[in-house]
C-alpha cells in the first residue's frame, strides 16, 4: 500500500510540473504574439515637428492672409506650393469663404482664421516668415481716424522639441491689397537653437 501511495505522489507531481510548464509556455506564446501585433491605437494621428509657425487674424474677419515662409535652401512655400523640402503648410485658411458648411439643414460656422506652417526637421540658416493680405475685407475691424483699417496679424513662432518654447510672438499690420510684410527672420543653429532674430524687410512674393 505504501508503494502505491508513493507511485501516486509522484504521478501526480509530474502531471502538476507538466501542467505549469504547459500554462508557462502558453503566457510566453500570448507575450510573444501581443508583441509581434500591437494593439491598435485608433484616432491616434502621430505628427513630427520641429518648429511651428502660426499666423492668425480676427475671428470672423472676411479677409484673406498668406503665410510665406523660405528655407535656409530657397525653399519656399505659400498657399499655391504648399510643401516644399522639409516645410509643410497644414492649411490655406482664406477667411470666411470656406468656414461654413450645412448639415442636416443646420449651418456650421468656424470663426477661426489661422494658418500653421509646420517645419519637421532642424534646416540650420537664416529663415523668413512673410505674410501678405491676399484679399482685404476690413468688415468688423472698427476704423480709427481712416475709411481702410488695418488688419492685426498675429505671428508666432515656436519650438517644440524637446519641449514647447515660444522664440517669437508678434502682431504685424497689413494695410491693404497686396500688402506684404516680413513678420520676422530667424536663424537655426546645427543643435536646433533659435538665434539672430529680427525683422529685416525681405520680399518673398517676386520669387515664385
Do not use: C
Not at 501526480?12 to 501542467?19: G, P, R, V
Not at 481716424?145 to 505671428?155: K, L
Amino acid at each position: 500500500m505504501l508503494r502505491s501511495n508513493r507511485r501516486r505522489d509522484t504521478t501526480e507531481a509530474f502531471t502538476d510540473l507538466l501542467f505549469n510548464a504547459l500554462l508557462g509556455f502558453t503566457f510566453m506564446f500570448a507575450v510573444a504574439v501581443i508583441f509581434m501585433n500591437p494593439i491598435a491605437k485608433t484616432g491616434i494621428i502621430e505628427t513630427k515637428a520641429e518648429y511651428l509657425i502660426t499666423v492668425t487674424w480676427p475671428e470672423g474677419n472676411p479677409s484673406d492672409v498668406d503665410t510665406w515662409t523660405q528655407d535656409p535652401g530657397g525653399n519656399l512655400i505659400w498657399y499655391a506650393a504648399k510643401e516644399s523640402g522639409l516645410m509643410h503648410l497644414d492649411r490655406d485658411d482664406t477667411g470666411t469663404t470656406r468656414d461654413v458648411i450645412t448639415v442636416n439643414g443646420a449651418t456650421v460656422v468656424n470663426p477661426l482664421n489661422q494658418e500653421i506652417v509646420s517645419i519637421r526637421g532642424v534646416v540650420p540658416g537664416e529663415w523668413t516668415v512673410n505674410v501678405q493680405m491676399y484679399a482685404y475685407d476690413p468688415s468688423g475691424i472698427e476704423a480709427i481716424g481712416t475709411t481702410d483699417p488695418p488688419i492685426p496679424v498675429t505671428v508666432k513662432v515656436e519650438k517644440v522639441n524637446p519641449v514647447v518654447r515660444v522664440v517669437f510672438y508678434d502682431t504685424i499690420e497689413l494695410r491693404g491689397q497686396g500688402d506684404e510684410v516680413t513678420a520676422v527672420r530667424f536663424t537655426i543653429k546645427p543643435n536646433g537653437d533659435v538665434t539672430d532674430i529680427n525683422q529685416l524687410q525681405k520680399k518673398l512674393y517676386n520669387n515664385t
